[in-house]
């Protein structure tokens, strides 16, 4: 594991892999908490409830947001460091591999 990913206990977030742009909380941080995360160190803009994620450097409109070191979707509003990261600032980029609806199902045995 690298240094700039947190495995500290004592720390209130994790920053899950190398190369992510947002942390988890680990407990619930209110608004104007100062943390470090990942070597930076930033000021929370509001609030973050434990599991949520915020952002740890500034994510520009239409860059990929990282965790767990694979994109989960790209910013559809700038990103402020600290600042929470959530519906509201990260559309999806998930595509369903399956879905009843389309009468798509998954090949079984000799059909792979």
């Given at each position: 594991?690298?240094?700039?990913?947190?495995?500290?206990f004592d720390n209130p977030a994790l920053?899950?892999?190398?190369?992510d742009n947002i942390a988890v909380a680990?407990?619930?941080?209110?608004?104007?908490?100062?943390?470090?995360?990942?070597?930076?160190?930033?000021?929370?803009?509001?609030?973050?409830?434990?599991?949520?994620?915020?952002?740890?450097?500034?994510?520009?409109?239409?860059?990929?947001?990282?965790?767990?070191?694979?994109?989960?979707?790209?910013?559809?509003?700038?990103?402020?460091?600290?600042?929470?990261?959530?519906?509201?600032?990260?559309?999806?980029?998930?595509?369903?591999?399956?879905?009843?609806?389309?009468?798509?199902?998954?090949?079984?045995?000799?059909?792979?």
């Amino acid at each position: 594991m690298s240094d700039s990913v947190d495995s500290s206990f004592d720390n209130p977030a994790l920053l899950l892999a190398d190369g992510d742009n947002i942390a988890v909380a680990l407990r619930d941080m209110p608004a104007g908490e100062a943390v470090t995360v990942g070597g930076v160190s930033l000021v929370l803009g509001s609030a973050v409830d434990v599991g949520h994620k915020f952002a740890v450097r500034a994510i520009a409109v239409g860059e990929r947001v990282v965790k767990y070191g694979v994109p989960i979707g790209r910013a559809v509003q700038a990103i402020s460091p600290g600042e929470y990261v959530h519906l509201h600032n990260l559309g999806s980029e998930y595509i369903p591999t399956w879905t009843l609806d389309a009468g798509h199902r998954f090949p079984k045995g000799d059909e792979a």
